[in-house]
């Protein structure tokens, strides 16, 4: 079993940076793919961001080149680095583990955190 809290998320104003953290225990996170979701009201949960086990890294359109993912093995956590944020980025954003390689559907993870509320303001 791997438990993932996340922590991190707040109020910021569009344009502004943020980063999220999620960290594990009961298993080393580095045996698994990491990815972030996000969901907003009313919505289906969305793929973010992810970095496979061997340390490749991915994200979805709507974030590339404005979200970072990274891995901090020693602390067992994978964290978001999101700049220039966007009112469109206001959601819940959840971290998920996965033993896959590549993996950016909800069904491919197996361990989910509870979420951290991130709100942009225009």
């Known amino acids: 079993q791997v438990k993932l809290v996340e922590s991190g998320g707040a109020l910021v104003q569009a344009g502004g940076s943020l980063r999220t953290s999620c960290e594990a225990s009961g298993r080393t996170l580095s045996s698994y793919s990491v990815g972030w979701f996000r969901q907003a009201p009313g919505n289906a949960r969305e793929f973010v961001a992810a970095?496979?086990?061997?340390?490749?890294?991915y994200y979805a359109d709507s974030v590339k080149g404005r979200f970072t993912m990274f891995r901090d093995n020693a602390k067992n956590a994978v964290y978001l680095q999101m700049d220039s944020l966007k009112p469109e980025d206001t959601a819940v954003y959840y971290c998920a583990a996965s033993p896959l390689a590549r993996p950016r559907t909800t069904n491919e993870y197996d361990y989910w955190g509870q979420g951290t509320q991130v709100t942009v303001s225009s």
């Open positions: 970095v496979a086990y061997n340390g490749d890294t």
